[in-house]
């Protein structure tokens, strides 16, 4: 293994890096953060003038990064504080890659990084030091457009922790040996705004990408002063020492400005009218730094986009963007990035591998195998009950291209070869699939379902399977069920039932009825989304030995688990007309949370819950939110059993964290899913047009009345509906009339 040693050299090669990516004009505050290889508690951060202090930034460095994971802020702050308000100056974007190669990004970096063994960041120095909101804009953009290559989606924010090159990485320390963050490649490149123009903008953030208001629409013969004595009487009074006082020294200008916007908003100023009068106000930073008008329209519109959530909460149609809210704090996922990869990670690594199946669909696969395996034999005693940790997972596409199918079949191999009879059914009656489940009490039974819209169908409308829903709901909770038929009776006991199920996306939502969420029967359900992507599909090709010795690790780490959790235990039974004797039986493993992890786990459920209640429609959210809750206790007991081999299972709070990092993407699929319950066939189709002008931004009417078969009066309706619902601006070029999204 190669040690890292002090030496003029390696000093010289952390100073190159750091002045690579902060650039030549970049003044301010650098933080540095340590964190100890074995007491993950001990970390604290430090910081640097910069450029002053890089000589005392590269002794920090040399002293602490043998025995501590050594990380950096990549942006300016003007204060010792790493946080959004004291970021003054971004010279870079940046993006934990995590196991996204290089080689498929849109836009090379200047500096990659490899921070493990095929995990990297990488960093995009620009030309001159921009705007924070739009270098964190950028990143977002990057994250979020190779998410289904490996990326890291919460790696974007401002404040993001990366780790410094020429140190060594303690979370993958196996035995004495750690991998050393190294320098793949580092170039001179500098780039701007648009070199960025092939990342689509991130959902809920469409507002940023708002055009700068035209000459036209500003109108040069409306000052500032008009537009404010236009609503002199019903004005707020600190609107008028807002605009015409300069804040007093030491305050916080952003929060004058900020303030101003809003008061102006709930006057009824429309977004260009706040634009002009604001533009005027003593309060405007943007002109005290000589910044470009254009960021200040972006402040306008993000100021729009937070009103008018607010609007929606007040009237009672919904909070603002409680999609996006976190589960986890910085500091939990900062432990969660150092802890060691598990069994789920190691799966996806190779699955993706395999194919150009989406990356999330190959992590319900893992859930799946390792369900299917342990669920019958581990379980975990609540005061509720008995918890057993079977899963239900939907994987859905909006195409064939996304490979459902294929990530599901992998999976499903991997399971038939360690439990050849597992799997229950693929399709069948209510009378079958109990029949089945009544031979296989306590055993892990899967059903397999690649198009479950056809059973959702028949379920809506064919009267012999309307129980079905009930039926499966209670074999999900392991109850005993009982079916008296007219030649026999079926009694089903300790059920341990697994679905993993796939669909068209559209398919499903549109059968989707309010009865089967509010139920409960669809929220047991994880449901995973992805969509199409024809850049990233790959040629066939024949299995390398890499590929197949990789699998053969992960079966013989299944087939260890599988050998350990199915252990025998002697039983012995006495009886007055029987002699003593003993017997052996199958041990079942009762698993116990740590106190850390039961209060962890219990603030998570409140804050779904909460959510729930909270959201448009909470009849439907909550029951989602609880049950999505439940389903991240499940995988939480399901990773504490894979990592261990001892006499017992103990659910630390880092398996609580974990899987409540992916339980945050899960509930935004279920979002995406539930948006559409309850909703006629006109809603989802103004739902398809908005969401294809938002692909497109500026494709003509034309375009839309072909691609969804539209007469000239039904699409004037959808249009006019979009136009007044807020969602959308018509402009007219000549005889053409181009659509584009709002806010």
């Given at each position: 293994?190669?040690?890292?040693?002090?030496s003029p050299e390696l000093n010289t090669r952390r100073e190159t890096f750091f002045r690579l990516v902060f650039g030549p004009e970049s003044k301010g505050y650098v933080c540095l953060a340590f964190m100890s290889a074995t007491d993950r508690t001990n970390f604290w951060e430090e910081f640097y003038s910069y450029p002053a202090q890089l000589p005392q930034m590269i002794e920090a460095v040399n002293k602490y990064f043998t025995g501590y994971n050594v990380y950096f802020c990549p942006q300016i702050l003007n204060q010792k504080k790493r946080t959004k308000e004291s970021v003054s100056q971004t010279p870079n974007a940046w993006a934990d890659l995590d196991t996204c190669t290089p080689e498929v990004l849109r836009v090379p970096p200047s500096v990659i990084i490899e921070s493990s063994p095929d995990r990297y960041q990488a960093y995009w120095v620009f030309e001159s030091l921009l705007d924070p909101d739009d270098a964190e804009d950028i990143s977002r953009r990057i994250a979020y457009g190779h998410a289904d290559?490996?990326?890291?989606?919460?790696?974007?924010?401002?404040?993001?922790?990366?780790?410094?090159?020429?140190?060594?990485?303690?979370?993958?320390?196996?035995?004495?040996?750690?991998?050393?963050?190294?320098?793949?490649?580092?170039?001179?490149?500098?780039?701007?705004?648009?070199?960025?123009?092939?990342?689509?903008?991130?959902?809920?953030?469409?507002?940023?990408?708002?055009?700068?208001?035209?000459?036209?629409?500003?109108?040069?013969?409306?000052?500032?002063?008009?537009?404010?004595?236009?609503?002199?009487?019903?004005?707020?009074?600190?609107?008028?020492?807002?605009?015409?006082?300069?804040?007093?020294?030491?305050?916080?200008?952003?929060?004058?400005?900020?303030?101003?916007?809003?008061?102006?908003?709930?006057?009824?100023?429309?977004?260009?009218?706040?634009?002009?009068?604001?533009?005027?106000?003593?309060?405007?930073?943007?002109?005290?730094?000589?910044?470009?008008?254009?960021?200040?329209?972006?402040?306008?519109?993000?100021?729009?986009?937070?009103?008018?959530?607010?609007?929606?909460?007040?009237?009672?149609?919904?909070?603002?963007?409680?999609?996006?809210?976190?589960?986890?704090?910085?500091?939990?996922?900062?432990?969660?990035?150092?802890?060691?990869?598990?069994?789920?990670?190691?799966?996806?690594?190779?699955?993706?591998?395999?194919?150009?199946?989406?990356?999330?669909?190959?992590?319900?696969?893992?859930?799946?195998?390792?369900?299917?395996?342990?669920?019958?034999?581990?379980?975990?005693?609540?005061?509720?009950?008995?918890?057993?940790?079977?899963?239900?997972?939907?994987?859905?596409?909006?195409?064939?291209?996304?490979?459902?199918?294929?990530?599901?079949?992998?999976?499903?191999?991997?399971?038939?070869?360690?439990?050849?009879?597992?799997?229950?059914?693929?399709?069948?009656?209510?009378?079958?699939?109990?029949?089945?489940?009544?031979?296989?009490?306590?055993?892990?039974?899967?059903?397999?379902?690649?198009?479950?819209?056809?059973?959702?169908?028949?379920?809506?409308?064919?009267?012999?399977?309307?129980?079905?829903?009930?039926?499966?709901?209670?074999?999900?909770?392991?109850?005993?069920?009982?079916?008296?038929?007219?030649?026999?009776?079926?009694?089903?006991?300790?059920?341990?039932?697994?679905?993993?199920?796939?669909?068209?996306?559209?398919?499903?939502?549109?059968?989707?009825?309010?009865?089967?969420?509010?139920?409960?029967?669809?929220?047991?359900?994880?449901?995973?989304?992805?969509?199409?992507?024809?850049?990233?599909?790959?040629?066939?090709?024949?299995?390398?030995?890499?590929?197949?010795?990789?699998?053969?690790?992960?079966?013989?780490?299944?087939?260890?688990?599988?050998?350990?959790?199915?252990?025998?235990?002697?039983?012995?039974?006495?009886?007055?007309?029987?002699?003593?004797?003993?017997?052996?039986?199958?041990?079942?493993?009762?698993?116990?949370?740590?106190?850390?992890?039961?209060?962890?786990?219990?603030?998570?459920?409140?804050?779904?819950?909460?959510?729930?209640?909270?959201?448009?429609?909470?009849?439907?959210?909550?029951?989602?939110?609880?049950?999505?809750?439940?389903?991240?206790?499940?995988?939480?007991?399901?990773?504490?059993?894979?990592?261990?081999?001892?006499?017992?299972?103990?659910?630390?709070?880092?398996?609580?964290?974990?899987?409540?990092?992916?339980?945050?993407?899960?509930?935004?699929?279920?979002?995406?899913?539930?948006?559409?319950?309850?909703?006629?066939?006109?809603?989802?189709?103004?739902?398809?047009?908005?969401?294809?002008?938002?692909?497109?931004?500026?494709?003509?009417?034309?375009?839309?009345?072909?691609?969804?078969?539209?007469?000239?009066?039904?699409?004037?309706?959808?249009?006019?509906?979009?136009?007044?619902?807020?969602?959308?601006?018509?402009?007219?070029?000549?005889?053409?009339?181009?659509?584009?999204?709002?806010?």
């Amino acid at each position: 293994m190669e040690v890292l040693s002090l030496s003029p050299e390696l000093n010289t090669r952390r100073e190159t890096f750091f002045r690579l990516v902060f650039g030549p004009e970049s003044k301010g505050y650098v933080c540095l953060a340590f964190m100890s290889a074995t007491d993950r508690t001990n970390f604290w951060e430090e910081f640097y003038s910069y450029p002053a202090q890089l000589p005392q930034m590269i002794e920090a460095v040399n002293k602490y990064f043998t025995g501590y994971n050594v990380y950096f802020c990549p942006q300016i702050l003007n204060q010792k504080k790493r946080t959004k308000e004291s970021v003054s100056q971004t010279p870079n974007a940046w993006a934990d890659l995590d196991t996204c190669t290089p080689e498929v990004l849109r836009v090379p970096p200047s500096v990659i990084i490899e921070s493990s063994p095929d995990r990297y960041q990488a960093y995009w120095v620009f030309e001159s030091l921009l705007d924070p909101d739009d270098a964190e804009d950028i990143s977002r953009r990057i994250a979020y457009g190779h998410a289904d290559e490996g990326a890291d989606r919460s790696g974007w924010d401002l404040t993001q922790l990366l780790r410094v090159p020429f140190t060594y990485n303690y979370k993958y320390t196996r035995g004495m040996t750690s991998p050393i963050v190294e320098i793949v490649e580092a170039n001179r490149k500098k780039y701007r705004l648009d070199d960025f123009k092939d990342y689509t903008q991130v959902g809920d953030y469409e507002y940023l990408d708002e055009p700068l208001p035209t000459a036209e629409e500003l109108d040069a013969n409306t000052t500032s002063d008009d537009l404010l004595q236009v609503k002199r009487q019903s004005l707020n009074p600190r609107v008028w020492s807002l605009y015409a006082e300069e804040p007093p020294p030491g305050a916080d200008w952003s929060k004058h400005l900020w303030n101003l916007q809003m008061l102006l908003f709930e006057a009824g100023y429309e977004r260009i009218e706040v634009f002009k009068i604001v533009q005027e106000a003593k309060c405007n930073k943007y002109v005290r730094d000589g910044k470009s008008i254009r960021l200040l329209w972006k402040d306008i519109c993000r100021g729009h986009s937070r009103y008018e959530a607010n609007q929606r909460l007040l009237r009672g149609d919904g909070p603002p963007k409680t999609t996006r809210r976190p589960l986890m704090t910085d500091a939990e996922r900062a432990l969660v990035a150092q802890s060691p990869d598990t069994f789920i990670e190691r799966y996806m690594t190779w699955a993706k591998s395999l194919g150009d199946a989406a990356v999330q669909y190959h992590q319900a696969g893992a859930f799946v195998v390792l369900s299917s395996l342990l669920a019958g034999t581990v379980r975990l005693p609540t005061s509720f009950g008995v918890i057993k940790p079977n899963l239900w997972f939907m994987i859905l596409a909006d195409t064939t291209l996304t490979r459902k199918s294929t990530a599901m079949d992998i999976a499903m191999d991997l399971v038939l070869e360690i439990d050849p009879d597992c799997i229950l059914a693929t399709d069948g009656s209510i009378e079958g699939l109990m029949g089945s489940l009544s031979t296989r009490p306590g055993r892990p039974s899967v059903f397999l379902r690649d198009e479950f819209s056809g059973l959702l169908e028949m379920i809506s409308k064919k009267d012999y399977y309307a129980g079905m829903p009930e039926v499966l709901t209670k074999l999900y909770d392991g109850k005993f069920q009982k079916r008296i038929l007219r030649k026999e009776t079926i009694e089903v006991r300790d059920p341990c039932l697994i679905i993993f199920a796939g669909g068209i996306r559209n398919k499903i939502t549109s059968i989707l009825t309010f009865e089967q969420v509010s139920s409960g029967f669809m929220p047991r359900f994880i449901f995973i989304t992805a969509e199409s992507d024809p850049t990233k599909l790959r040629p066939l090709g024949p299995p390398t030995q890499l590929i197949d010795d990789v699998r053969a690790s992960i079966r013989e780490e299944l087939e260890g688990l599988v050998e350990h959790y199915k252990a025998f235990t002697t039983m012995v039974i006495e009886n007055k007309h029987v002699p003593k004797a003993t017997v052996q039986v199958q041990r079942s493993w009762d698993a116990e949370l740590t106190p850390e992890a039961w209060l962890r786990y219990n603030q998570l459920e409140a804050q779904l819950v909460d959510e729930g209640l909270e959201m448009e429609k909470p009849d439907i959210m909550t029951p989602v939110h609880d049950r999505l809750s439940k389903s991240i206790l499940k995988c939480a007991l399901l990773l504490a059993a894979s990592r261990q081999r001892g006499d017992t299972v103990l659910v630390e709070e880092i398996d609580i964290l974990r899987a409540t990092m992916y339980g945050e993407q899960w509930k935004l699929h279920a979002h995406e899913v539930m948006a559409s319950v309850g909703k006629g066939t006109m809603e989802r189709t103004l739902d398809l047009v908005m969401a294809t002008i938002r692909r497109k931004p500026g494709c003509s009417r034309s375009l839309i009345m072909q691609y969804f078969h539209l007469t000239a009066r039904q699409t004037n309706e959808i249009l006019d509906t979009l136009e007044q619902r807020g969602h959308l601006v018509r402009e007219r070029r000549g005889r053409t009339e181009l659509l584009n999204p709002l806010g």
